[in-house]
């Protein structure tokens, strides 16, 4: 097993009286409709259940035990069954086993319905995942519909197949080659992403290429377009603000100009021919040295406004970023985008959804939400997660990103008073928004498992399922994901799903315990470097960040310092200036203290604390690694060795970052590491030498 499968691998079932339930419950099935995506179904379907169950059969409606139905047929069996159809939404779909009179005596028949073809698809996904994870069809009776309306990868691929943080090959988009070649990975993307509802791709990097708007390009992302249709993935593009001026010969790109106005109409109008479906732009302006409205003296609403009325007469949407830190007030990194955008609330067209990422700084491993995130209730916000590890270890590293994920999205903002959770306002409940997104940066490369190593590839599976639910718990997907991707062993999926939830937390103590962050070596992000200090920028250095001095370490955000908790909602704003009412977890993201301050829960000090989490995030990195090593006999031998290959890396790096930051806060400490740990292998000068100049990954 090479991975290439994915979660959609299919496994025959092995124990012969599910196979003959199944069989008898789903076997004979009709798919009624030819539409591409009810193809789309009907291969599926015979693939599938030709791998799980043999020969499955299409049949009459009439004969079939299973009917996959939408639209008007779907209504017809659902009124006939007095099902109400309604619930599943445009996109959803309602699966429900019912007795069919017209079939032998005792039998039933299993329907799924939905409003639309590819809710009709989503339904059958849905109930093959049921089969893959081996359940009873029996008493299924679900009706489900996103919570999110546009649920999008973000690939960060240049045109030169370069991904920018990409940790698993080259891109898997061949633009050389588009768009007369089309590899049969591009559909099997489209299986994997339509498998988990996601419904949009951004095919090119933030940092974007002009030239990916000129007609040579075009023509390839047509092709794309084209094949992805039928799974119900609409394309997008990441387009670059100074575009009119570097192709399109004006001399500027003033979003208030006439001529730059019509530029992009003329620009989205030449899309919309090719592509009638075309989801519309993603934007990063104004930010790291991308252009945008600001060098005009415009703000980012005019900017993304400009584009809006391009793409509104053909129903497109503007995705604005609101990844910046350049203001001219030269507040702290963490606060700008808030001090930005805020003041914005209400001047976005409406079909612009604004792009933030979770934490106020930039994915790294833990991050208190952005307070962007309740602070906007007349501006759609979507969310932006990284399911690339640019910041967690790279692609050798296993991190599910589950828990992450869940932590960010039910944490309460208290916008509306108690329960107002990150979810609530990014699935649009909060503020009634007419529209909702969340994205995530993909971490997909040409790699034969596509994600650099096997467990990887839950973190895209999990980014679906949360951007289709984002109440879903991450255990629960995890255990999905390793019954469908790794074992049918009880004992060995619970193992797995164990490790996978802790993985997290070990990893951030390891990296970034307590709050701390952004440490991680210039560049290339690579490793422990919380020695640096010489970057162009203050707000690029690991010593702005962590503020390590003899008297203690942190960042003071608190009212005595840069009071970026007055950006949270009451009561969070008190409780975050107090470190005795943050959370261990933000506790120096918020506050710098004494080397001997108290750390509550453990009675230990800072210092202690400190090297505590280091020590005991390695040793679970250790126990996850040997845990895996007890699966060996469970798990098919490829998948296991593959894993265990990364793991045996992730442990000499955790155990490097560990080492590396310990003696490095020791300098300013003081004080000694606890006598029974062990002590570490290197100087602290030996690991401030280590380079690495080819490191991958990078812009
Ligand atoms: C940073 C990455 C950089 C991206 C930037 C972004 O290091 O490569 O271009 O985010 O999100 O974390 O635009």
Known sequence: EDGYRLWLKYDPVTNADLKTTYQQQVGQFHVAGASPTMQVIRDELNYA??????????????????????????LRLAKQYQLDLLAAGDQGYLIQQVANPKR??????????????????????????????????????????????????????????HVERGYAGQSIWDWHKLPDYQYQRYTDYARANASVGI???????VNADPLILTP???????????????????????????????????????????????????????????????????????????????DFGRTHAQGANMLASALEPHGGTVMWRAFVYANEKNEE??????????????????????????????????????????????????????????????????????????????????????????????????????????AGVANIGTDRNWTGHILLQSNWYVFGRMAWNPEVSAKEVARDWARMTLSHDDSAVAAITTMMMQSHEATVNTMTPLGLHHIMGAGHHYGPAP?????????????????????????????????????YYPPLTKLLSDPSTTPEKYLLWFHHLPWDYTIE??????????????????????????????????????????????????????????????????????????????????TLAEYQKMSFPHAPGQG
């Open 49 to 74: 259940l030709g791998h799980m169950l043999n020969a499955p059969q299409e049949v009459e409606q009439t004969q079939a035990a299973l009917v996959v139905a939408a639209g008007d047929k779907a």
């Open 531 to 567: 020695w640096v200090d010489f970057l162009g920028r203050d707000d690029w250095n690991s010593v702005y960040y962590h503020r390590a001095d003899e008297n203690g370490i942190g960042f003071d955000r608190s009212p005595s310092g840069v009071n970026a908790v007055e950006q």
């Open 104 to 161: 032998p005596a005792g039998t039933t028949t299993m329907l799924v319905l939905a409003n639309s073809d590819i809710g009709a698809l989503y339904g059958t996904y849905r109930l093959l995942r049921q089969l893959q994870i081996r359940q009873p069809l029996a008493d299924m009776a679900v009706v489900s519909a996103p919570a999110i309306d546009l649920r999008v990868l973000n690939h960060w691929d240049n045109l030169d197949r």
């Open 216 to 294: 040579h390009y075009l023509s390839k992302v047509t092709a794309l377009a084209d094949l992805f249709r039928p799974y119900g993935i609409k394309v997008y593009l990441s387009v670059k603000f100074s575009s009119p001026q570097l192709i399109g010969g004006l001399d500027t790109s003033d979003p208030l100009n006439t001529e730059v106005q019509q530029w992009w109409k003329d620009k989205a109008a030449q899309i919309y021919r090719d592509i009638p479906d075309f989801g519309g732009f993603l934007v990063k302006a104004n930010s790291e040295g991308q252009p945008g409205p600001g």
């Open 601 to 682: 829960s453990t009675n230990r000090t800072l210092w202690n604390e400190l090297v505590h989490r280091y020590y005991a995030g390695a040793q679970t990195i250790q126990d996850i690694a040997k845990q895996w090593d007890s699966l060996e006999s469970v798990l098919d031998p490829l998948q296991f060795r593959q894993v265990q290959m990364a793991m045996d890396i992730q442990v000499k790096e955790a155990i490097w970052w560990r080492n590396a930051c310990v003696l490095y806060f020791q300098q300013f400490s003081g004080k000694p590491i606890p006598a029974e740990l062990p002590k570490p292998q290197k």
């Open 199 to 205: 419904n949009g791709t951004v095919l090119n990097n």
């Open 333 to 438: 990194r963490s606060k700008q985008a808030y001090s930005e955008f805020k003041p914005l609330d209400g001047k976005f067209a409406d079909n612009v959804l604004v792009q933030v990422k979770n934490g106020p700084i930039d994915f790294q491993p833990r991050e208190p939400f952005s307070p962007l995130f309740g602070a906007m209730p007349d501006t759609p916000l979507m969310m932006e997660f990284q399911i690339t590890m640019e910041y967690l270890g790279f692609s050798t590293h296993f991190v599910y990103l589950g828990p992450m994920y869940e932590e960010v999205l039910q944490a309460e903002t208290y916008a509306r008073g108690t329960g107002s959770t990150v979810a609530k306002v990014i699935n649009g409940e909060l503020f009634d928004s007419p529209i909702t997104g969340m």
